[in-house]
T-cell receptor, first 112, second 110 residues
Framework: DTGVSQNPRHKITKRGQNVTFRCDPI?????LYWYRQTLGQGPEFLTY????????KSRLLSDRFSAERPKGSFSTLEIQRTEQGDSAMYLC??????????FGPGTRLTVL | QKEVEQDPGPLSVPEGAIVSLNCTYS??????FMWYRQYSRKGPELLMY????GNKEDGRFTAQVDKSSKYISLFIRDSQPSDSATYLC??????????FGAGTRLTVKP
């Protein structure tokens, strides 16, 4: 399978815990994006990388959210001190030239 | 007002019907327009991508963009039960910040 992969697929955590999600983009894609999708809504852009550089992060929801892409390949999204309002699907997408973004299956987060 | 407004649905049609899905937007800076299909608990899958005003056809799907009216549409001909999903319109500026509509949930009944 050469598509975008995300792990874990599901994460259940208690309020106040930290969580980290991983995204592996399509191998030749240099751009990687993170989105959040809540029930009944479309995906909401959070941040994106071109190679290892994070070129847009102003739309991250709070300073509890951070993302990295240290070697320009896989990326991680971390949420610190989770809150119940963080419960959502976190989607990753990748592209090779900024045009077509291909999405992964998402990580569904449930904060108890 | 949201930047991208999408008919909320849900929409239910019989198999074989023509389906029309629509979005309006407020920001004339949007240059690229996409339609994604999303099955339950899955990531969005790109269906159509257009840049200019006009029509683009791909099999049973036709995407239509009217920049003067800030209105985009997706038509599905000969709809099938397998087309049952949520359809999301999306658009972006020249950068990579893509904005999505809320999605229209479609059910095609056999």
């Amino acid at each position: 399978d050469t598509g975008v992969s995300q792990n874990p697929r599901h994460k259940i955590t208690k309020r106040g815990q930290n969580v980290t999600f991983r995204c592996d983009p399509i191998s030749e894609h240099n751009r990687l994006y993170w989105y959040r999708q809540t029930l009944g809504q479309g995906p909401e852009f959070l941040t994106y990388f071109q190679n290892e550089a994070q070129l847009e992060k102003s739309r991250l929801l709070s300073d509890r959210f951070s993302a990295e892409r240290p070697k320009g390949s896989f990326s991680t999204l971390e949420i610190q001190r989770t809150e119940q309002g963080d419960s959502a699907m976190y989607l990753c997408a990748s592209s090779s030239g900024g045009d077509t973004q291909y999405f992964g299956p998402g990580t569904r987060l449930t904060v108890l | 007002q949201k930047e991208v407004e999408q008919d909320p649905g849900p929409l239910s049609v019989p198999e074989g019907a023509i389906v029309s899905l629509n979005c309006t937007y407020s920001n004339s800076a949007f240059q690229y327009f996409m339609w994604y299909r999303q099955y339950s608990r899955k990531g969005p899958e790109l269906l159509m991508y257009t840049y200019s005003s006009g029509n683009k056809e791909d099999g049973r799907f036709t995407a239509q963009v009217d920049k003067s009216s800030k209105y985009i549409s997706l038509f599905i001909r000969d709809s099938q039960p397998s087309d049952s999903a949520t359809y999301l319109c999306a658009m972006r500026y020249n950068n990579n910040d893509m904005r999505f509509g809320a999605g229209t949930r479609l059910t095609v009944k056999p």
